[in-house]
T-cell receptor, first 113, second 109 residues
Framework: DVKVTQSSRYLVKRTGEKVFLECVQD?????MFWYRQDPGLGLRLIYF???????EKGDIPEGYSVSREKKERFSLILESASTNQTSMYLC????????????FGSGTRLTVV | QKEVEQDPGPLSVPEGAIVSLNCTYS??????FMWYRQYSRKGPELLMY????GNKEDGRFTAQVDKSSKYISLFIRDSQPSDSATYLC?????????FGSGTKLNVKP
């Protein structure tokens, strides 16, 4: 069964900490994405990548960065965590040229205190 | 104005009912239309997708797209308690995905 695996289900971090969220997919997909999901706001795209070492800003990239050193791994970095970054973070992947569906991970619930 | 509008619910129905979930959109460039199901504390999973207009059926689920009205629907027949989840619509214009905010469905035994 194909999988997108996010390393942590729940995280609690302090304001100002640097936070790393890891995502690994085993489907050899070219495209990888990071979203955050908040009640009433739906899914908002933070960053995406269509290839190794490539990254593009999504709709809400401020306060975040990403790294893609290997095809299967896409990391989201919160440079200095703030309370307004408390959210559910979802990683997704898709094949190159796919316009009809992502495979999502189970999500990381991040709480910044 | 949001690209995709979806009523958040919650929608509560008895087991066996027919459920209708809907989304409206504003961008006529959308070509792919998708429905995701998300159980509590899980990531969304793709249920169905359609390309352009028309209907698509998969078991108890039917997806409809009306591009003239910019309206899509997901029908669930003979709903089960295991269908209780949040349902998100999503659309694509070959460049980007746009998600609805989700409708929470509760099917009561």
């Amino acid at each position: 069964d194909v999988k997108v695996t996010q390393s942590s289900r729940y995280l609690v971090k302090r304001t100002g900490e640097k936070v790393f969220l890891e995502c690994v997919q085993d489907m050899d997909h070219e495209n990888m994405f990071w979203y955050r999901q908040d009640p009433g706001l739906g899914l908002r795209l933070i960053y995406f990548s269509y290839d190794v070492k490539m990254k593009e800003k999504g709709d809400i990239p401020e306060g975040y960065s990403v790294s893609r050193e290997k095809k299967e791994r896409f990391s989201l970095i919160l440079e200095s965590a703030s309370t307004n970054q408390t959210s559910m973070y979802l990683c997704a992947s898709s094949e190159e040229g796919t316009y009809y569906g992502y495979t999502f991970g189970s999500g990381t619930r991040l709480t910044v205190v | 104005q949001k690209e995709v509008e979806q009523d958040p619910g919650p929608l509560s129905v008895p087991e066996g009912a027919i459920v209708s979930l809907n989304c409206t959109y504003s961008n006529s460039a959308f070509q792919y239309f998708m429905w995701y199901r998300q159980y509590s504390r899980k990531g969304p999973e793709l249920l169905m997708y359609t390309y352009s207009s028309g209907n698509k059926e998969d078991g108890r689920f039917t997806a409809q797209v009306d591009k003239s009205s910019k309206y899509i629907s997901l029908f669930i027949r003979d709903s089960q308690p295991s269908d209780s989840a949040t349902y998100l619509c999503a659309m694509s214009d070959f460049n980007k995905f746009y998600f609805g905010s989700g409708t929470k469905l509760n099917v009561k035994p």
